[in-house]
């Protein structure tokens, strides 16, 4: 009797511990080098090219070519992105290759003559592009920071575009889902369906035009693309309909490399991207104000977490909304924003109850100061660490093939704030800071961060989701540090999301409960809607120096090591 009972008690526990280890995969395990992206196929392109010896920056660069051929719904050259570079040296830096407003850009260039928005022409179609950055700045990391030649790491690049890759079930379906789109530019219809009708899972997906383009890039490096018969089509279309695109903006495009936004927070240090991504400085005020509260490691999902979290969220996207633009253009006050003194200023008014966003205004600035997207993380076995995040904005860009050279165009020129007041495709408010002018750069939450400890990389993380990517990474790196939780269930477990306006707090599918909710409306908050919030990869580097890649249960990635 007495054994029958110890013998249902361990078949029980044994049958918990097995589900409770089934609820998150592992994340997966290598000791030299790992990539993490959102194309199994871009992933082994960059493992492939660190067993080579390349070092972190040839993989990225590999991976940001083959990403544009394998991920057309995010991947890119006709887009923009940056990237954050930790060597092994200790050199902290970053490229800014995001995409410039064209030099005819105006202010008021999407408001109808009442100077409303007029819908759909920030987002959609040649009127929506901004001057596509991806292969300036991919050949100035590769020329400065990598090892191989461009001929190298752009090879399988062409290859995959030349002869083809079957497609995936799902990504059949993710090209079919965007048809009536395609079906409206000749180009694209010719490209991303079979004649007007729907792709088809298995089929060979082959991208001659594509690999084309790429050869030039490979013979011509940024000239392949910036000058000649690219740079033609590019101009040529966008005549035809109705872009702003010029032959001069193509060939004035410069990626700048900045100093990145670097900030300490407990024992481990990070370094994120500058403006005019306004992720590192979000990133930085949030942490500095939430180190001024404790967390024990059961609050996780707690409503006084994501109370805390949110009211922290809503002074930061105010302060984004006022004070962020292309800093080439615009003052930041980033040294304010990101200072512990402000933080301590904040975190005060941080009490039980909320305060609502209607009362939460952008900070006034104290001291003077003169001053559809995806990620992939890198390490290499020489110890750099290497983050990216590059976008075409929605997914699949602004839709439009560029007839001829293969590739999507970007509808990126939507970050921008057409007029004050008016959100954007992510429901993003804006102000002079972000305002359209000619050659500006249009501020991102695109939030490649690399934190280190002692130096050493700890976690490489970023995420694609608009507004979402700063709380998104916010969050993971919270899991690791203040919960510590491995990469994967850091990046698997639900998320939640804040962006002061709208005033409410949106949560995903399962994270939660009934009786959270309840106490965060007690508090005074607003729950929002069920909702996907990011799409991270990340790595983690453990004190032995193994490395740990975790590809977001959220989506169909690959972390690939060896
Ligand atoms: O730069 C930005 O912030 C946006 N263009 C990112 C777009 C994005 O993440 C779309 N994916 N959901």
Known sequence: MLTRIFFKVFLLIFFVSLNLNAAIKDPVKAE?????????????????????????????VAVGFALAVTFPYAGNIGGGGFMVIHLEDGLNTSIDYREKAP????????LDDEKNVISGMSTEGWSSGGVPGSVAGMIYALEKYGTLSLKEVIKPAIELAANGFPLSYRMANDINGFREYFLMYESSKKIFTNKGQPKVEGEM??????????????????????????????????????????????????????????????DYKFISMPPPSSGGIALAQALNIIENFNFEKNEWGSSRYIHTVSEVLKYVYADRSQHLGDEDFYNVPKEWLTSEK?????????????????????????IYESNETTHYSVVDKFGNAVSVTTTINSGYGSKVVVDGAGFLLNNEMDDFSAKPGVPNQFGLLGNEANSIQPNKRMLSSMS??????????????GSPGGSRIITTVLQVILNCIDFGMDIQEAIDMPRFHHQWMPDRIDYEKFGMSGDVKKSLENRGQTI????????????????????WGASDSRGFGKAIGY
């Open 448 to 461: 490649p961060t690399i934190v280190t400890k002692n130096d050493k990389p700890y976690i490489v993380i």
């Open 32 to 60: 030299n080098g790992m990539v993490v992206s959102a194309s199994e196929l871009a992933s082994k392109v960059g493992a492939d090219i660190l067993k080579k010896g390349g070092n972190a920056v040839d993989a990225s």
């Open 528 to 547: 929002g809607i069920e909702t996907v919030v990011g799409r991270a990869q990340g790595i983690m580097v453990d004190k032995n120096g193994t490395l």
């Open 103 to 110: 030099a005819k850009a105006h202010r008021d260039m999407y």
């Open 342 to 366: 402000y933080a301590e200023e904040i975190a005060s008014k941080i009490g039980d109850i909320a305060v609502p966003s209607k009362e939460i205004l952008p900070c006034d600035i104290p």
């Open 205 to 266: 997906f082959v991208q001659t035009d594509l690999a084309n383009t790429l050869k030039l890039i490979k013979e011509n490096g940024r000239d392949g693309f910036y000058k000649g018969n690219v740079a033609e089509l590019i101009v040529k279309q966008s005549g035809e309909l109705g872009g702003f695109i010029e032959i001069e903006d193509l060939e004035n495009y410069e990626p700048v490399e900045r100093e990145p936004i670097t900030g300490e927070y407990k």
